[in-house]
């Protein structure tokens, strides 16, 4: 008796379930790498509903390996993480994974059956299904390897790329070999000839193609190793950040008619990411500080960067289980040398006061008093750390008040923002008079911080009224400091003075004078070319490899060198967190800059 023909209703629906699998059996499908795999754990049990449940799970456990490998290689490589410390972390993203994969798994069980309805070639069928996934897959995991792009070097993304290619495939797989189970569990999975390697093949070469467009994507030939000669000049530059700048609180309030006026636009109103922008010449994907969140799990000895796929698991779910705790961003987490460390490097004399991404400090940039030493010398605990050289903080932490301001609420926040910024102010004075550095960095966040508090809803009637009187009277004392000897005033070739509208606002305003400035210039600059254009006047040749450029509108024709060099070399060491870094988050949470 010969067979019936393809598509005839004895074909198309098996009168048992044990008629079903013999017939996948005899067409090979269970003979066929993951979707055999899935297919044939399923389709060992003994009924329908059995079956369905064994190959969800199987697909559940198989995608639940796709999503945490890629989400491993994109965390581990953005946030440099040790071997072990990537092994632990892939065990805590397979946990959530596996229920990120189970209720994909009921999706896609419910499209498959949706799909096969009346269809006279389930395999067709189970192929479109495939593929549609395969193609949201494909989505997913390039969004997810993406911030590796440019941030961890070519390597790292062509691998955090293959990762993504890898995890497409076995997407695909999984997705058709639950799409047949579905089939066999409804009576619906005879198929009307063998399967054909197409499917494979189409998948293979896109795995190829992701991975290979990755690596071209990210493949950036390292510069070739040239020394940092410094062409020799007496100029000293200043640079002053005033974070949250309300201009119409300080109207006739900073009378600079000898500078010059230009306006520039910020990609990130995160004040971490921005302002290490500014002190690198490189955009937060580059220099690795994207944001103030960072989260330290069990078990892994390094804090982790979020991405788009983990943000509310890790950042959210295991802290809230106690299985993680929050944490900010430190020195460690910058990729790139800042513009201190090139000046060091360079043989100038540098002073660094509160910047971001200064704590812990070491011994790579000059003289820094970092962006936690207020606190703890204000605490009376150990300086270890809080900025080098150790006499140079020492001398700086006697400008803390003894103790913490015993008021509470919005008077606390006002006095901390207040006293960071006076600590920061006579910090950098006494060590600007002392030494007379080349280069100078001051950063002053207490607008930012009030401001950012007065904009928080929930506020009392009372308290913004405090806030709004704080924020006005600093704007003055703050303006008063700029437009005096220490800055606008100072005998420096070249002052530059950033008003930032803070996390408020993305438009800001710069201020340049002294001898070396272009005058009567205006226009728009981007903030990303502050640090070549600083480096450069002081004789120190611009990096090839850095996204920011000499900008040479801002400053005297003739007055910064127009040398360039392949690279200002690999970012210093991390240093080791001398204090447990709780603390730091702490102070940052004080200061509103955390939640």
Do not use: C
């Amino acid at each position: 008796m010969t067979e019936p023909a393809a598509g005839t209703p004895s074909e198309r629906d098996p009168a048992t379930f044990e008629e079903a699998r013999e017939r996948l059996r005899a067409r090979g499908y269970l003979d066929r790498g993951v979707e055999g795999a899935v297919l044939k754990g399923a389709l060992a049990a003994r009924t329908r509903t059995r079956a369905l449940l064994r190959g969800a799970a199987l697909a559940s456990l198989l995608l639940a390996l796709a999503l945490a490998v890629v989400e491993t290689a994109a965390v581990a490589l953005s946030s440099a993480l040790s071997p072990r410390d990537a092994l632990v972390l892939f065990a805590w993203l397979g946990a959530g994974a596996l229920v990120a994969a189970a209720a994909l798994v009921l999706a896609l069980a419910a499209i498959a059956w949706l799909r096969t309805r009346g269809r006279s070639d389930p395999s067709r069928a189970s192929t479109e299904v495939a593929v549609g996934f395969g193609l949201l897959a494909g989505v997913g995991a390039a969004l997810a390897a993406r911030p590796v792009l440019d941030a961890a070097g070519p390597v790292a993304a062509a691998v955090a790329f293959a990762a993504a290619a890898a995890a497409v495939v076995l997407a695909v797989r999984v997705a058709r070999g639950l799409a047949f189970t579905v089939l066999a569990a409804s009576g619906r999975s005879v198929l009307s000839r063998a399967p054909r390697p197409a499917l494979a093949l189409g998948t293979a070469l896109a795995a190829v193609a992701v991975a290979t467009g990755g690596w071209l994507l990210a493949r950036r030939p390292e510069p070739r190793a040239e020394p940092l000669v410094v062409r020799a000049g007496p100029a000293r530059v200043v640079l002053v950040a005033v974070d949250g700048w309300v201009p119409e609180l300080a109207r006739g309030a900073l009378p600079v008619p000898a500078a010059s006026r230009y306006s520039y636009r910020k990609e990130t109103s995160d004040p971490a990411a921005f302002w290490t922008t500014v002190a690198t010449g490189e955009v937060a994907r580059r220099h690795g500080v994207g944001a103030l969140d960072l989260v330290r799990l069990d078990g892994v000895s390094a804090p982790v960067k979020l991405t788009a796929g983990t943000g509310w698991y890790l950042g959210r779910l295991l802290p809230a289980l106690g299985v993680a705790r929050e944490e900010s961003v430190t020195s460690a987490a910058r990729r790139v040398p800042a513009i201190w460390e090139v000046a060091h490097r360079g043989g100038l004399a540098s002073l660094t006061v509160n910047w971001w991404t200064t704590w812990p400090a070491g011994d790579a940039g000059g003289v820094v008093l970092g962006n936690h030493l207020y606190f703890a010398a204000r605490a009376g605990g150990a300086l270890e750390g809080e900025g080098w050289p150790a006499e140079a903080v020492r001398r700086a932490a006697t400008a803390a008040p003894p103790a913490a301001p015993a008021a509470d609420g919005a008077q606390r926040l006002v006095d901390d923002a207040r006293g960071l910024d006076a600590f920061a102010i006579a910090a950098f004075r006494g060590e600007t008079a002392r030494s007379r550095p080349r280069l100078s960095l001051l950063y002053l966040p207490g607008l930012d911080i009030l401001g950012a508090a007065l904009s928080e809803p929930g506020r009392s009637v009372g308290e913004r009224a405090t806030l709004a009187a704080a924020l006005a009277e600093e704007t003055r004392s703050l303006a008063s400091f700029l437009a005096g000897p220490d800055v606008l005033g100072s005998s420096a070739e070249l002052v530059v003075v950033v008003l930032d509208p803070g996390r408020t606002g993305r438009e800001g305003e710069l201020l340049v004078a002294g001898p070396l400035a272009a005058e009567g210039a205006s226009g728009e600059v981007r903030p990303i070319d502050l640090a070549p254009t600083l480096l450069a006047v002081l004789g120190v040749p611009a990096s090839r490899q850095a996204e920011g450029r000499v900008d040479s509108r801002i400053v005297r024709a003739g007055s910064a060198t127009t040398a360039t060099v392949g690279s200002w070399g690999a970012r210093p060491r991390g240093v080791a967190a001398p204090i447990d870094p709780k603390e730091y988050v702490e102070s940052l949470r004080s200061l509103g800059y955390l939640r």
